[in-house]
T-cell receptor, first 113, second 113 residues
Framework: DAGVTQSPTHLIKTRGQQVTLRCSPK?????VSWYQQALGQGPQFIFQ???????QRGNFPDRFSGHQFPNYSSELNVNALLLGDSALYLC????????????FGEGSRLTVL | RKEVEQDPGPFNVPEGATVAFNCTYS??????FFWYRQDCRKEPKLLMS???SGNEDGRFTAQLNRASQYISLLIRDSKLSDSATYLC??????????????FGKGTKLSVKP
């Protein structure tokens, strides 16, 4: 039973570029949430996808956008990258939108130069 | 005042020691509570949910004090493998979606031989 998988695991971009991160949820899960974790901080909620719609959004600018596909996988897109976007981006899946019991992927570590 | 506050540590303890982590939350409407564990440069993993009556899972005991808005995690007989950062997580809404989950910054534990 595959857990949550994310790709790529590491990437380096320069300011102003765009990035797409991908996530496949754990088998049987239909809800995907994305988090940003800066060094020394707890994860910060970006948004949640359920039934291919963005259901809830955290305090992140419109540069952050996403998508969920019919197979429940998801993408996170970040445009016009800033140095401050450097972080670990975590995808979490769950069997329902309304639970605090999340399964996280190993994350995509983004460095913006 | 931060929504979820934890002592950042690090807590350096010998094997076999008992260690307690504390967490306070600012929103009295908070409804459900969790402890997650995050190994260095890895993803968070759910350790346990915290119930009003307190709950135990092997060497781990979680307690909730709603009146004081305080959550604790006790680890007995510490093992080297317990070394990790422990994240306190609060859900502002009972059965609420992940947008209502607030993560603390975490408390780092280092268990030494």
């Amino acid at each position: 039973d595959a857990g949550v998988t994310q790709s790529p695991t590491h990437l380096i971009k320069t300011r102003g570029q765009q990035v797409t991160l991908r996530c496949s949820p754990k088998s049987g899960h239909d809800t995907v949430s994305w988090y940003q974790q800066a060094l020394g901080q707890g994860p910060q909620f970006i948004f949640q996808y359920y039934e291919e719609e963005e259901r809830q959004r955290g305090n992140f600018p419109d540069r952050f956008s996403g998508h969920q596909f019919p197979n429940y996988s998801s993408e996170l897109n970040v445009n016009a990258l800033l140095l401050g976007d450097s972080a670990l981006y975590l995808c979490a899946s769950s069997f329902t939108p309304n639970t605090g019991e999340l399964f996280f992927g190993e994350g995509s570590r983004l460095t913006v130069l | 005042r931060k929504e979820v506050e934890q002592d950042p540590g690090p807590f350096n303890v010998p094997e076999g020691a008992t260690v307690a982590f504390n967490c306070t939350y600012s929103n009295s409407a908070s409804q459900s509570f969790f402890w997650y564990r995050q190994d260095c440069r890895k993803e968070p993993k759910l350790l346990m949910s915290v119930y009003s009556s307190g709950n135990e899972d092997g060497r781990f005991t979680a307690q909730l004090n709603r009146a004081s808005q305080y959550i604790s995690l006790l680890i007995r007989d510490s093992k080297l493998s317990d070394s990790a950062t422990y994240l306190c997580v609060v859900n502002l809404v009972y059965g609420g979606s992940q947008g209502n989950l607030i993560f603390g910054k975490g408390t780092k534990l280092s268990v030494k031989p």
